[in-house]
């Protein structure tokens, strides 16, 4: 299990914390600077910026590229 914002999330081995927050029925993660937009997985493949969460402390982590492992913590 993953946490997400106190939510415990599941994952499968190798998946990514954004497939498997995307699973879990959550679509957006953060919001924008700029009129608070929702925001979440957007291309998949790690080349835009719009999934960005902190990990385990460690901001600014592309969820579609950080796989998730047990006992993460993401905060949006």
Known sequence: MIT???REVPFEPGQSVAAALIAAGIRSWRTTRHG??????????????DCLVTINGRP???ACLALAG????VEP
Do not use: E, H, M, S
């Open 70 to 73: 047990d006992g993460d913590v």
């Open 36 to 49: 608070a937009a929702p925001r979440g997985l957007f291309c998949g493949i790690g080349a835009c910026y």
């Open 4 to 6: 997400f914002a106190g």
């Open 60 to 62: 600014a982590q592309r």
